[in-house]
């Protein structure tokens, strides 16, 4: 590697946990980390939870402090852009002026918010949900609303319904496909959802998108669905998705498709270029394919493992098991798997309970399981996929067959105590 330091582009979870797990791995060069947000790198799942609820401070969100970035020698750019890479140079092109030259670029550089194009979203009361400034700006209306409009039943959405609940708001949700968090959940775990969210007062509307946003002197008064309901609202909040920022590696000549095309390295086209978290396109097993995949698990595992193939240690490619939580009201949705191609969803408990698990299936293959106040199921659902080790789907409904006892046989025990 060239004295240029190893550049981390994007202060995200991927990206500030890919420079601390490179010094901690023992890499002893320079290890810059450029971000645009101006705030040291922060969580972002408490924003749309325990932070717009107002159950956490700003200072509880950050993910390391500062002078943990000092000490292990991690220099930060805050608020600071990256407008071009040039590859034949090796260097990036920063918004504020001048080059800086790289050993090996990380792109972290994350996912924003896919933008709804309806008239009226300028109003003063319509709002995205993804960066602090903008759950800060939330937040503050919070204590103002007396209505809101919810655009997109997907994570963001149902989590900050519930987050507003708690502050006492009227919420209706307006979702565009025929049920909420189709793009990860069975059926079955919508309908638990949608119910729950009835239960606390909140309709699910299917089906429906908006047609646009009126207001009264710049400030949002309601929305217009395609169907002409008008929905009052002193707030709205759209959260229909994400895109990945993949524009300066495609800008760049590297391979993109949806995101920043890795191998099992995690390496872009490019072989002085890897790519991590949301903005990255990887070859899962899991997937059968590439995926792209937005959570905290796939951000910190993908950073860990670039991390330490730059500081020389041995790594194997990576397939490590995708997982994701929600909290909503008081349930707590743990995901493990990837079974948004499922055929077969069977039930490990009842709903009734509001302790249950969907465990998923194609073609009798185990693709893995949505937990409900469960976290036994999922905990061993996750060292099920990592094993490799498969159930059937009579075994994943007989509440007395033993998932974890399954995930861990006495043999494979053995083994591993004896090395
Ligand atoms: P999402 O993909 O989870 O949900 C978007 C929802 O909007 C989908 O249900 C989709 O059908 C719907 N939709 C799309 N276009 C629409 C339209 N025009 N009108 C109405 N509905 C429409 O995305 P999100 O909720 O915006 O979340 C954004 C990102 O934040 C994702 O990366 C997500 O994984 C992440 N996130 C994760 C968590 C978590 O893991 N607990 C929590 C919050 C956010």
Redesign the pocket.
């Known amino acids: 590697m060239s004295d240029a330091p190893v550049i981390v582009a994007g202060g995200g979870q991927a990206g500030a946990q890919a420079a601390v797990s490179l010094r901690q791995a023992g890499f002893e060069g320079r290890i810059v980390l450029v971000g645009d947000e101006p705030s040291l790198p922060y969580q972002r799942?408490p924003l749309?939870k325990d932070y717009l609820a107002g159950k956490l401070e700003e200072s509880g969100l950050l993910l390391r402090a500062e002078k943990v970035y000092a000490d292990q020698r991690v220099e930060l750019m805050l608020g600071e852009q990256i407008t071009a890479i040039d590859t034949a140079r090796r260097s990036i092109s920063l918004a504020s002026g001048g080059e800086l030259a790289y050993s090996h670029l990380v792109l972290a550089t994350g996912?924003r918010n896919r933008p709804?194009p309806a008239p009226g979203a300028e109003l003063d009361g319509v709002f995205y949900l993804?960066t602090l400034a903008e759950a800060r700006s939330l937040r503050e209306r919070l204590g103002q609303t007396r209505r809101a409009v919810v655009?997109?039943?997907?994570?963001?959405?149902l989590?900050f319904a519930a987050a507003a609940r708690a502050h006492g708001i009227a919420v209706s949700v307006?979702?565009?496909?025929a049920r909420?968090?189709?793009?990860v959940l069975s059926v079955q775990m919508s309908s638990y959802l949608a119910a729950r969210h009835d239960t606390n007062g909140v309709p699910i509307i299917l089906n429906r998108?908006?047609q646009r946003f009126v207001g009264e002197n710049g400030r949002l008064t309601g929305v217009v669905l395609d169907d002409g309901t008008v929905l009052e609202a002193d707030l709205a909040v759209v959260?229909?998705?994400?895109l990945p920022n993949a524009e300066l590696a495609e800008a760049a000549g590297l391979a993109v498709k949806n995101g920043v095309v890795v191998d099992e390295n995690l390496l872009t086209s490019d072989p002085f270029i890897s790519a991590i978290g949301?903005c990255a396109s990887f070859p899962s097993s899991f997937a059968g394919g590439l995926i792209r995949l937005?959570?905290v698990q796939n951000a910190t595992d993908q950073a860990r493992c670039v991390a330490a193939r730059l500081a020389g240690k041995p790594t194997p490619p990576y397939n490590n098991v995708p997982w994701?939580?929600?909290e909503q009201y008081d349930v707590r949705l743990q995901m493990a798997g990837i079974t948004s191609s499922h055929d077969q969803a069977v039930l490990r408990g009842s709903p009734d309970d509001n302790a249950f698990s969907v465990f998923c299936f194609r073609d009798g293959a185990f693709l893995g399981a949505e937990s409900v106040n469960r976290t036994p199921d999922h905990l061993a659902v996750r060292k099920l996929l990592a094993a490799g080790i498969a159930i059937t789907p009579e075994q994943a409904a007989d509440l007395s067959f033993d998932l974890k006892l399954a995930a861990a046989p006495p043999a494979a025990a053995a083994v591993s105590a004896a090395k």
Do not use: T
């Open positions: 799942p749309s996912a709804l993804r655009v997109g039943g997907g994570f963001i959405g989590e307006v979702e565009a496909a909420p968090m189709s793009r998108s908006v959260g229909i998705g994400v949301d937005e959570s994701f939580w929600s």
